[in-house]
């Protein structure tokens, strides 16, 4: 039986994705090819959900030719026109040269646990010695939930990360449970907060 997936609104949490990017810059040397940062982002945001339950950065995925994105941080960091803007990645990640960033000044990462950094550096001891285009291959050939868009951009749920992670429908169903009322309180406090 098809089960029909929760449709989950996320909640992009900006900072947390500045964080996220700093640490992975700072641990790239500095400077990062943005396809990679992402790539790596991903990763660390795939773990995440599969060992807790929920992402780090609530971001919206996609896959797109050359394999999953976090929709809302790529265009922030492609965005050049909007890097005065307001947010905490346009204050920290410098604007895209050549396809690298870097960091703008010290980025607090004291919005992630101790847990989250953890994973980060795991995520990195075994990803980050690849460059951006062995990570594009890699990631094809290792992802069970990968999708070919060809030429278009297909999104990627939380369901079928979970799934490709094998976990049970009843975890499944948990979960988006769970990741649903975390957005939903988000949006609440949020709203309150304007």
Avoid at 15 to 22: F, P, R, T
Avoid at 53 to 65: A, E, H, N, V, W
Avoid at 147 to 165: E, F
Wanted: net charge negative; aromatic share 10%.
């Amino acid at each position: 039986m098809l089960q029909k997936s929760t449709h989950i609104e996320p909640v992009f949490n900006e900072e947390k994705a500045s964080q996220v990017a700093a640490i992975f810059i700072k641990l790239c040397g500095g400077t990062v090819n943005y396809m990679k940062l992402i790539k790596l982002m991903y990763l660390a945001e795939r773990q995440a959900l599969l060992d807790w339950g929920k992402p780090i950065t609530y971001d919206s995925y996609f896959f797109l030719d050359k394999g999953p994105v976090l929709s809302n941080t790529l265009n922030k960091i492609k965005d050049r026109d909007r890097y005065n803007s307001q947010g905490s990645l346009y204050k920290y990640i410098s604007v895209p040269e050549n396809y690298d960033v870097s960091l703008r000044e010290e980025c607090d990462i004291k919005k992630l646990s101790k847990a989250e950094r953890e994973l980060l550096n795991k995520i990195f001891q075994k990803y980050g010695h690849y460059d951006e285009w062995e990570l594009v291959d890699l990631l094809h050939s290792i992802l069970p939930e990968w999708k070919d868009p060809s030429n278009s951009a297909i999104p990627i749920s939380y369901r079928d990360i979970l799934k490709a992670g094998n976990k049970s429908e009843e975890e499944i169903e948990c979960i988006e449970k769970e990741i649903s009322h975390a957005c939903f309180a988000a949006k609440i406090f949020t709203t309150n907060n304007l």
